[in-house]
């Protein structure tokens, strides 16, 4: 069963069947051309199959021991925190162990989006489209939970869970982590299911959770960075302290007691309870939410 939460945050948002400026489809008459985008669906997040290959994948792997190699000399600008968290998952699979989760998690959703778009007649369902506060990121796809469009009829007979998100399908399938990011938190009842199915996933040791050492999509992409950055430092470059951070940026925040971590500490917070928060949205957040920082976060540096 899942800790209690004192969150309460029922985001703005409004539906819509589509959005964005992407590849034409077709053109339905003088007035309405029909696009197509790519939909990053909210508060999840998927191992990458960024390393498009086996071959990519086992690059990564070297990659990752040359950063687990300055992490432990004390080279990677990381606190003893993060260093404490991270290093037990840089074994020599980590790039091929997040290409095969990755590439698991896409298989998943695929099937599953399949299984619920089909009506009993065999027809195909629309998509039911639900933006929140942020409308696109920062590569322009567009943000929302996704779920197959049933009729009124239909709903009047369903269960909440019934015609729940695929958004909530990846966290509870285990293929996605919980990825909640400010102000975009699931409405009051939409974020106790969404809990318990991350809960029920990580103790049930479901998708990625089945491996000890799974890394978040989120923590693969920030060692992407880190290596990067890392990679410089051990080269003989002078970066300024802004530039040897910028591998993490956002803030976290415990559900159950509201406590704000900083951008080396999310750990503190069990995967399930976390809640992202830009550097930006911190000031709103603690105002809006009643937000207390950790101490160590309050010392300042």
Do not use: C
């Amino acid at each position: 069963m899942p800790d209690p939460i004192t969150i309460l945050w029922d985001p703005a948002g409004f539906n819509l069947p589509s959005l964005g400026a992407r590849a034409l489809v077709d053109i339905s008459d003088g007035d309405t051309p029909n696009i197509r985008m790519p939909v990053r669906m909210l508060s999840i997040d998927t191992p990458e199959v960024t390393a498009k290959s086996e071959t990519g994948a086992a690059k990564v792997d070297v990659k990752f021991q040359e950063l687990r190699q300055w992490i432990e000399d004390g080279i990677a600008p990381v606190t003893d925190r993060f260093r404490n968290h991270i290093l037990p998952k840089l074994d020599d699979r980590a790039g091929t162990r997040q290409f095969e989760q990755g590439k698991a998690a896409s298989e998943f959703h695929k099937a599953r989006v399949a299984e619920r778009l089909k009506r009993p007649s065999g027809v195909r369902r629309n998509l039911f489209v639900r933006m929140a506060d942020t409308q696109f990121d920062s590569y322009g796809r567009l943000l929302a939970y996704v779920a197959p469009s049933y009729s009124s009829k239909e709903l009047k007979t369903m269960s909440r869970r019934d015609r729940a998100t695929f958004n909530l399908d990846m966290v509870e399938s285990g293929h996605a982590a919980p990825f909640v990011l400010f102000p975009s938190i699931p409405g009051e009842l939409d974020l106790p299911m969404f809990l318990a199915a991350a809960v029920g996933a990580m103790d049930n040791a479901l998708g990625q959770y089945a491996d000890p050492l799974h890394l978040p999509g989120y923590e693969y992409r920030m060692l992407e960075k880190l290596h990067r950055i890392t990679k410089k430092i051990a080269g003989g470059q002078t970066l300024s302290h802004r530039d040897r951070i910028a591998w993490r940026s956002r803030y976290a925040f415990d559900m159950r007691d509201r406590t704000l971590y900083g951008p080396e500490a999310y750990m503190s917070v069990p995967q399930p309870y976390r809640i992202w928060v830009w550097p930006e949205d911190v000031r709103t957040a603690i105002g809006a939410l009643n937000l207390t920082p950790a101490a160590a976060l309050a010392a300042g540096p």
